[in-house]
T-cell receptor
Framework: ETGVTQSPTHLIKTRGQQVTLRCSSQSGHNTVSWYQQALGQGPQFIFQYYREEENGRGNFPPRFSGLQFPNYSSELNVNALELDDSALYLC???????????????FGPGTRLLVL | AQSVTQLDSQVPVFEEAPVELRCNYSSSVSVYLFWYVQYPNQGLQLLLKYLSGSTLVKGINGFEAEFNKSQTSFHLRKPSVHISDTAEYFCALGGNKLVFGAGTILRVKS
């Protein structure tokens, strides 16, 4: 069984640029969540996708956007990068929502983004 | 609103000693609780979870946690730690989104 993978592992951008991060979910999972982990802090929820539709969003501005594809892989796009966007971006997949039982989220290794 | 408080930012402990990492939560809805571990430069690995049922939950690597509804706590314990347990540990409250605490760095010394 293949786990959650993310690419790239590291990325350096300058302020004002745009970035796309990618995530492949674990086999059999149809739900993907994205989190931002700033240095020294716990992860913060950005948004979640279930079967290609956004299903919940955290307190992040609209310049953070996402997509989920038919194969359940996902992208996180960030426009107009700011210095504070420097963080580890984590993707997590789970096997589905709306079953009445909390689904465990399994995390990828993350993409470390540095904005200069 | 949901929130998680990890009461210790760092916990130093000698090898083979017991350890407890403390976590308190606040939630007005059903409570699902998780502990994740993060090794340096890596993502999060699930240690254990509480969804319902028995309040004592056993996880991987010899860790266990006890759900205490009256004290709104979910403390993580291990009776004897190893050098390889050195990592950052996160308590999280579940739902459609996970709400994480700020993390506790466990430093195991020889």
């Amino acid at each position: 069984e293949t786990g959650v993978t993310q690419s790239p592992t590291h990325l350096i951008k300058t302020r004002g640029q745009q970035v796309t991060l990618r995530c492949s979910s674990q086999s059999g999972h149809n739900t993907v969540s994205w989190y931002q982990q700033a240095l020294g802090q716990g992860p913060q929820f950005i948004f979640q996708y279930y079967r290609e539709e956004e299903n919940g969003r955290g307190n992040f501005p609209p310049r953070f956007s996402g997509l989920q594809f038919p194969n359940y892989s996902s992208e996180l796009n960030v426009n107009a990068l700011e210095l504070d966007d420097s963080a580890l971006y984590l993707c997590a997949s789970s096997s589905g929502l709306r079953t009445g039982v909390e689904e465990t989220q399994y995390f990828g290794p993350g993409t470390r983004l540095l904005v200069l | 609103a949901q929130s998680v408080t990890q009461l210790d930012s760092q916990v130093p402990v000698f090898e083979e000693a017991p350890v407890e990492l403390r976590c308190n939560y606040s939630s007005s809805v059903s409570v699902y609780l998780f502990w994740y571990v993060q090794y340096p430069n890596q993502g999060l690995q699930l240690l254990l979870k509480y969804l319902s049922g028995s309040t004592l939950v056993k996880g991987i690597n010899g860790f266990e946690a006890e759900f205490n509804k009256s004290q709104t706590s979910f403390h993580l314990r291990k009776p004897s730690v190893h050098i390889s347990d050195t990592a950052e540990y996160f308590c999280a409250l579940g739902g459609n989104k996970l709400v994480f605490g700020a993390g506790t760095i466990l430093r195991v010394k020889s």
